[in-house]
């Protein structure tokens, strides 16, 4: 079964950090694949958090990411992490993991269920 599977959410302070992960399967040449980690509020559109190329030398953030978030990857581990510092309450949504590449959702074929991040003040 194709799949992307996403870990690592949960609630934490502000000021506090979190490490997402995205397990992929079912599917080879992972490292042929862009991911990329979108983020959907209540009422809000899914929006770009951060995006990485298939060997992990091309990266692109969110305006509100950058500085505070890293994407990267582990193609042994068909895995892709997404590490959180300095977390606020505006970061609080659902994170889903997609494959593909580029800043819009139009461009990603395979999404992961989501991890919820619930940011408290």
């Known amino acids: 079964q194709v799949q992307l599977v996403e870990s690592g959410g949960g609630l934490v302070q502000a000021g506090g950090s979190l490490r997402l992960s995205c397990a992929a399967s079912?599917?080879?040449?992972?490292?042929?694949?862009?991911m990329g980690w979108f983020r959907q509020a209540p009422g809000k559109e899914r929006e770009m958090v951060a995006v990485i190329s298939g060997l992990g030398q091309r990266t692109m953030y969110g305006d509100y990411a950058k500085g505070r978030f890293t994407v990267y990857r582990d193609n042994a581990k068909k895995t892709v992490y997404l590490q959180m510092n300095s977390l606020n309450s505006e970061d609080t949504a659902a994170y889903y993991c997609a494959r593909g590449y580029g800043p819009t959702t139009s461009t990603y074929d395979l999404w992961g269920q989501g991890t919820q991040v619930t940011v408290s003040s």
């Open positions: 079912g599917y080879n040449n992972f490292q042929n694949y862009g």
